[in-house]
């Protein structure tokens, strides 16, 4: 049978009223906030993705933590909010975190999970070109996190290496892509751990605050500089 049709449509969502990130809002739970709601940074950043995308994107506020999602309607389940791949916004008590993020559970998956069109897709030397050049140009960095252990990559320069900086331990190891790809396929073959993978940009909390409404931009165009492997991830 046919795919089913992408509902294309751009549709806004109520009146944004955010005007900028507040300190009270950097914490790890979600007392007195506002930011993640549709009329808020939430559906703000949403909107203007969909605009740069050309199609919808839809943001859910995930309770009770300082979390929200921003992925399109038609492959997100906000019931099962795990198999799908999508772009986060984190706060804490020191920085906003955003970008992509995909998750392996820790028991056996079927086809909805996102993970193994991810694993496939990163072997694709023109797709790596593409994270490589957004992860340089928008300063972001993996994160692995099995939820034992978190690892991060950021980018090596000079700028014509496509290469890593692996971090483990506080020790560093310029690795390749083919590294990075056989790092993933270790933590694939343990099915008995959950892992995060997310490939995000980190302001600190002050630089934030300091951006006001401007941090909208800031956050659609790392997704939007992510769409390949998000796109990629697409059943």
């Not at 056989?182 to 940009?201: F, H, P, S, Y």
Request: aromatic share 12%.
């Amino acid at each position: 049978s046919p795919p089913p049709s992408r509902d294309t449509r751009i549709i806004r969502p109520p009146t944004i009223t955010f005007e900028g990130l507040s300190a009270n809002d950097f914490q790890k739970g979600i007392t007195g906030t506002h930011w993640r709601a549709r009329d808020s940074l939430g559906g703000a950043v949403a909107q203007r993705l969909s605009d740069l995308a050309k199609r919808r994107f839809q943001s859910y506020a995930i309770y009770p933590r300082a979390e929200v999602h921003i992925a399109d309607p038609n492959r997100y389940d906000d019931t099962n909010k795990f198999p799908e791949a999508k772009f986060v916004i984190y706060l804490d008590h020191e920085c906003a975190r955003y970008g992509f993020y995909v998750e392996k559970r820790d028991k056996p998956m079927d086809e909805k999970w996102d993970w193994y069109r991810f694993l496939v897709a990163l072997k694709r030397q023109e797709l790596q070109h593409k994270i490589w050049l957004a992860a340089r140009e928008r300063n972001l960095r993996w994160e692995i996190d099995t939820h034992d252990q978190l690892v991060g990559w950021i980018c090596v320069r000079p700028k014509e290496s496509e290469l890593w900086i692996w971090q483990e331990d506080g020790q560093e190891q310029v690795i390749a892509w083919s590294d990075l790809l056989a790092k993933l396929d270790a933590i694939n073959d343990q099915a008995e751990r959950w892992c995060d993978v997310l490939i995000v940009a980190n302001l600190p909390k002050e630089d934030a605050l300091k951006e006001g409404a401007e941090i909208i931009e800031r956050i659609a165009r790392v997704y939007e500089a992510l769409l390949p492997i998000y796109d990629a991830c697409s059943k």
